[in-house]
């Protein structure tokens, strides 16, 4: 049996496998980086609703639980630069003792490298309810 010069096949052979195994990577950091945004904005709405529960006179305006977990989110999120501002949608269902507040936020996330590849942008909500102090 004659052994045929093989050099060079696992180079060809590396550069084939290559594009899966950076699509795979790139896939792991930004799936980690959508579940951490998806974390922050649950958050942010947990921040909100609490800021908006709490007894005081008078109490916490939409605008400003608005403001807040605009805030937080805003300094929290991993954006990459992009202009992605979370629209956060503030609903009261009353102001006084047990009556439901809810904080709604949501966030679409963009895909850094996975965009390119057919990935679009994922649309991120969290919804925070709690009773009224």
Not at 31 to 55: D, K, M, P, W
Not at 81 to 107: K, M
Not at 109 to 121: A, D, E, I, Q
Request: charged share 15%; proline share 3%.
């Amino acid at each position: 049996m004659e052994v045929k010069n093989q050099k060079g096949a696992s180079a060809i052979e590396f550069a084939i496998i290559l594009p899966v195994l950076v699509l795979l990577l790139f896939g792991t950091i930004e799936f980690s980086l959508l579940l951490y945004n998806q974390q922050v904005i649950t958050n942010a709405s947990r921040e909100g609703a609490r800021a908006g529960i709490v007894a005081q006179s008078p109490r916490v305006s939409d605008a400003e639980i608005s403001t807040i977990v605009t805030s937080y989110s805003g300094g929290n999120l991993i954006t990459f630069g992009a202009a992605n501002v979370p629209i956060s949608v503030t609903t009261r269902t009353g102001d006084t003792f047990q009556s439901d507040l809810t904080v709604d936020e949501t966030y679409n996330y963009g895909f850094l490298v996975l965009g390119n590849f057919g990935f679009g942008p994922i649309t991120l909500s969290a919804r925070t309810v709690m009773k009224m102090e």
